[in-house]
């Protein structure tokens, strides 16, 4: 994208404007030499999803709309090369769960990369997709886990340290999570849920993507 960057920022173009054409470039590229679809749960906003969806694939790849993150994800499942794409923030079910196993699809970007203050696509969102294993990047890890006396104080606890989403499990007290931590460092993260009083009951690695840049008012962007 730099490179798109350097030649169209003299044209005085808007941020947002070049990196709708880069990706929308590689989009269309990638589709022209192996078609696919991409699946979007939009029970958090259809219009919301459609314009992530649209800003960062553009539209010739076709959209598939689904009113569940499961439902997506299953699709994705079943198919040779498609994208998910289901929110960042928030879910009603572990859909997680279902990327736990060996070869099954796992999350491989986190959208939008570029976060700043008007994004014209800001919908957090988990892109989720079969992808080999030597071609993830990891600098930040997501995980599944299963942990039971989840409450107030446990979330508080670990809010420094990881970026959480959590749904109520099928034990009492228990929670299902959904863990981003910036590098390798879960084990951190398992420590301070035992600290706070929970315990974990188990733990799956289901993606990775690459470190978001935060873009601030005088247009530089930083990690």
Known sequence: MSVIVVFLRPLGLRLDTIESIWRVIISTFTYVQAPFAVHAD??????AMRDSARFHFGFVVPYVSHFSAQAAVEAVAKSKGDLALVSAIASRTPWWNALEASGAPKIIARLPFLERADHPAALPVFVISRVADDAMVTEVQTWSVRVSGWNADVARALAPLAEIVAVPDTAFDGAALLVSVT??????????LIKAGASVRSSALVGSHATRYTVPSNGSART
């Open 42 to 47: 939009v029970s958090v906003g259809e219009s």
């Open 183 to 192: 590098g390798h460092d879960f084990e951190a993260i398992k420590l301070a």
